[in-house]
T-cell receptor
Framework: AQSVTQLDSQVPVFEEAPVELRCNYS??????LFWYVQYPNQGLQLLLK??????LVKGINGFEAEFNKSQTSFHLRKPSVHISDTAEYFC????????FGAGTRLTVKP | EAGVAQSPRYKIIEKRQSVAFWCNPI?????LYWYQQILGQGPKLLIQ????????DSQLPKDRFSAERLKGVDSTLKIQPAKLEDSAVYLC????????????FGPGTRLLVL
């Protein structure tokens, strides 16, 4: 069965700084990889997903992620964060059912 | 298009009481999911429906939780009797099919069991 590990539970950064949220997965089969964002008191919203093809995936709000099969990683990056990016970020892996990581709380400070 | 609808948004009950949550997925989405999200954790899949059939309910505590999707559209999730550890946000999501399809989430129902 697949599983997801998000290595950082909290990431504080200053506005306009770059950020990387780390995600590693384990699976015995080919999988699809996702990043979702959850704003306070809201449901999850898809940021981006990797299905196949180019290992660099671009998503909404200026986020991107890179699939690295040899390191079984799918880290999320943004070159310059805004206050409005403060939220909980979840990495997920799916073959037929979705498994989520525990989440990383990104806090952007002025 | 309308998103995934859930009700109620909030519910407070005492332990051993029963509670039900309702979900209306995006029109045309064959797959419907119920997740439990405990504070500080990622969502955990409880049950997955494909149309009105159950695909995966391996993590559903079947002694107290039940779910149905009788006509392949709306779904209800019930807890009877509730325990303190059931306090969580219950998220409903839907997708066109499963696997690589994007899941669209509703706002969730926040349950507090006292």
């Amino acid at each position: 069965a697949q599983s997801v590990t998000q290595l950082d539970s909290q990431v504080p950064v200053f506005e306009e700084a770059p950020v990387e949220l780390r995600c590693n997965y384990s699976s015995s089969v080919s999988v699809y990889l996702f990043w979702y964002v959850q704003y306070p008191n809201q449901g999850l919203q898809l940021l981006l997903k990797y299905l196949s093809g180019s290992t660099l995936v671009k998503g909404i709000n200026g986020f991107e992620a890179e699939f690295n099969k040899s390191q079984t990683s799918f880290h999320l990056r943004k070159p310059s964060v805004h206050i409005s990016d403060t939220a909980e970020y979840f990495c997920a892996v799916s073959d037929n059912d979705m498994r989520f990581g525990a989440g990383t709380r990104l806090t952007v400070k002025p | 298009e309308a998103g995934v609808a859930q009700s109620p948004r909030y519910k407070i009950i005492e332990k051993r009481q029963s509670v039900a949550f309702w979900c209306n997925p995006i029109s045309g989405h064959a797959t419907l999911y119920w997740y439990q999200q405990i504070l500080g954790q990622g969502p955990k899949l409880l049950i997955q429906f494909q149309n009105n059939g159950v695909v995966d309910d391996s993590q559903l505590p079947k002694d107290r939780f039940s779910a149905e999707r009788l006509k392949g559209v709306d779904s209800t999730l019930k807890i009877q009797p509730a325990k303190l550890e059931d306090s969580a946000v219950y998220l409903c999501a839907s997708s066109l099919t499963s696997g690589k399809e994007t899941q669209y989430f509703g706002p969730g129902t926040r349950l507090l069991v006292l």
